[in-house]
């Protein structure tokens, strides 16, 4: 059974960091790669970050220069570091090997004082 699994979210400051995991059972993630998505309330799901097989990288322009994406094969995770955060990022993040189906049920990040 696929299970993508998101954590590491939570409330945090404006200003303040998070660093949110993607972890997979049952896929194998080295052989994809892999997106960030979120979703705010009220609003549609919106893409965040790539990051290929190779570890090259693609950013939404709101978040360059903020936010980075890693992965680690041996461990079967995929990591978004966000520094910086503002209240227009709170949202619902979801990871996704691309070219799958398979989402997580995502994880909470709220950014308010």
């Known amino acids: 059974q696929v299970q993508v699994a998101e954590s590491g979210g939570g409330l945090v400051q404006p200003g303040g960091s998070l660093r949110l995991s993607c972890a997979g059972s049952?896929?194998?993630?080295?052989?994809?790669?892999m997106g960030w998505y979120r979703q705010a309330p009220g609003k549609q799901r919106e893409w965040v970050t790539t990051?290929?097989?190779?570890?090259?990288?693609t950013y939404t322009d709101s978040v360059k220069g903020r936010f980075t994406v890693s992965r680690d094969n041996a461990k079967n995770t995929a990591y978004l570091q966000m520094n910086n955060l503002q209240p227009e990022d709170t949202a619902l993040y979801y990871c996704?090997?691309?070219?799958?189906?398979?989402w997580g049920q995502g994880t909470q990040v709220t950014v308010s004082s």
């Open positions: 049952g896929i194998g993630f080295s052989i994809y790669a």
């Open positions: 990051i290929t097989r190779s570890g090259s990288t």
């Open positions: 996704r090997p691309l070219g799958t189906g398979y």
